[in-house]
């Protein structure tokens, strides 16, 4: 089967050829013809299998005729990451180069200003991610009445990154009738139960069993002690042809540490984590798409959905926690048919991992030896962190007698001094005690001072009151007898009545 049997416009299938494309995908093939139908579909499929084209070919038919009003969408696309975001709005713009259809691209690390200015025009197709979204639905910038196509793609990881219920939250916007389509690489309970709030009657596609590795990454494990990981990879870089590569770890700190020794070890490395500004993670990828970075020590970050072709080899330096994880990060080589490999870097203490990957993907994972590099086991039982614990075998861990005895001699120690921290304790409450006592007979003798100093103030009051009292009191006014008033000698001369 070729593009033209699918039923596309003569516009897309021109643009397809000139991108290059021949052959849809398995997954190209089932979808493309239920979206161009009208119905809701739920696929299911491992990453780098072209889900993404297998929505953005028939929606630039179906939004070809028509034309959107300003900040009222025609149609929106939730993405997980702003990689991913963008990496779909290349693809609209490479697939609808001759449609007229109108995009934006709603993320964060972008000005608000420029994306308003793009809303007000009118978008046909938005793709945001959820959090962006909704800042810009909270200032009235984007009206979700005109949203007929509605598509979620990478639905597990937005139930990983917690985005959930902000989809849920977008989707009860949505007041007209639409279609629904609906990606997840793996299809756990939750995502089922999603699936079927939102989808009507969806047609079901699954391309390969959920959360297997392609067929075309050759994998391989070795198993190092922790202290000899950064030894064993570069070990593995001078063995062996590496034309490009990925570097998972599962912390953003322990991407700077690696690649910061990748570089001083002579490799041409760079680094790409959340923390990043936006503008430095799309030129960092671009840089690593154009040949100009040859490894790029990444997080998760870059695990779902980044399309970069011919990458060769992917390293997992720190074993995923989550077994779906290794499905993620392996799909980013041996995309598009071409040949891939994916090495894992393992120490003792990930056994009970690399059994959970082993259960989840059906087969067991080839271990290899690296040249100059000690060997190890895996140990299922034993887990991260400090503690010592049990073999299968019941027996103790080497040098188990001699750390049980240390820690005995440790506790002894620790016990003495909390012994002498409680006698140093006591004598010092007891000085405390007796300088309380001191400071409680100055406390107090100061009051009886100040009591003394209140009482003789309110005392002399009382006197100055009293004398103004005796002084004013009618009794003590002389008698003038029948002395009319105004001639008694108590009145000024000027004052006096005169006769007459």
């Known amino acids: 089967m070729s593009f033209p049997d699918l039923g596309l416009s003569e516009g897309v299938l021109r643009a397809v050829a000139e991108a290059g494309y021949e052959h849809p995908t398995p997954i190209q093939k089932q ?3 239920q979206v161009l139908m009208g119905r809701d579909v739920l696929g299911c499929a491992q990453t780098g299998t072209g889900k993404t084209a297998g929505f953005t070919l028939p929606m630039i038919d179906i939004l070809s005729q028509g034309h959107a009003k300003a900040r009222m969408p025609r149609s929106l696309i ?3 990451t702003r990689e991913l975001a963008a990496q779909v709005a290349d693809a609209f713009e490479v697939y609808g180069k001759y449609s007229k259809l109108t995009t934006a691209l709603l993320i964060g690390g972008v000005s608000f200003t420029e994306q308003f200015q793009k809303l007000d025009r009118g978008a046909d197709v938005l793709i945001a991610t959820p959090g962006r979204l909704l800042d810009h639905c909270e ?7 005109d949203v007929g196509f509605l598509v979620i793609d990478e639905a597990d990881r937005m139930l990983d990154m917690g985005f959930i219920p902000d989809v849920e939250r977008i989707v009860g916007m949505i ?7 609906f990606f997840s690489a793996t299809m756990p309970p939750e995502i089922r139960r999603l699936a079927d709030r939102f989808l009507k009657e969806p047609k079901e596609i699954s391309v390969s069993p959920p959360a297997t590795a392609a067929e075309t990454v050759e994998q391989a494990m070795t198993v190092v002690p922790p202290r000899d990981k950064r030894a064993a990879l570069r070990a593995f870089l001078r063995t062996q042809v590496v034309k490009n590569a990925l570097l998972f770890c599962n912390r953003k700190r322990d991407v700077g540490v690696l690649h910061r020794s990748l570089e001083r070890h002579g490799y041409n490395a760079a680094a790409l984590h959340g923390d990043l500004e936006q503008w430095q993670r799309m030129e960092t990828l671009d840089k690593f798409k154009a040949g100009d970075i040859r490894l790029l020590v990444c997080s998760d970050v870059a695990a779902r959905g980044l399309d970069i072709p011919a990458v060769s080899h992917v390293f997992n330096f720190d074993v995923p926690t989550h077994a779906e994880d290794y499905v993620h990060r392996i799909g980013r080589t041996g995309r598009a048919g071409l040949k ?3 090495m894992t870097l393992a120490t003792p203490e990930d056994g009970k991992y690399i059994a959970s990957i082993e259960r989840l993907i059906g087969t067991r994972i080839p271990r290899v030896d690296i040249a100059d590099v000690a060997g190890a086991e895996l140990d299922e039982e034993t887990r991260k962190g400090r503690g010592g614990g049990r073999r299968r075998s019941g027996k103790p861990a080497p040098n188990q ?5 240390s820690r005995k001699q440790e506790g002894r120690k620790e016990e003495g001094r909390k012994e002498e921290g409680r006698k140093q304790d006591g004598r010092e409450q007891d000085g405390h005690k007796q300088d309380g006592h001191k400071q409680d007979g100055r406390k107090q003798e100061s009051r009886k001072q100040e009591h003394r100093k209140q009482g003789g103030r309110h005392k002399g009051a009382e006197g100055k009151r009293d004398s103004r009292r005796q002084r004013d009191r009618i009794e003590d006014a002389p008698d003038h007898g029948d002395t009319p008033f105004g001639k008694t000698d108590q009145v000024p001369a000027f004052l006096k009545r005169t006769s007459g």
């Open 31 to 33: 979808a493309i013809p």
């Open 78 to 80: 939730l993405e997980p």
């Open 139 to 145: 200032r009235g910038k984007v009206l979700m009445n």
């Open 175 to 181: 007041t007209r009738k639409h279609q629904t389509l």
């Open 340 to 342: 891939g490999h994916a």
């Open 401 to 405: 007698g001699r750390k049980e005895e």
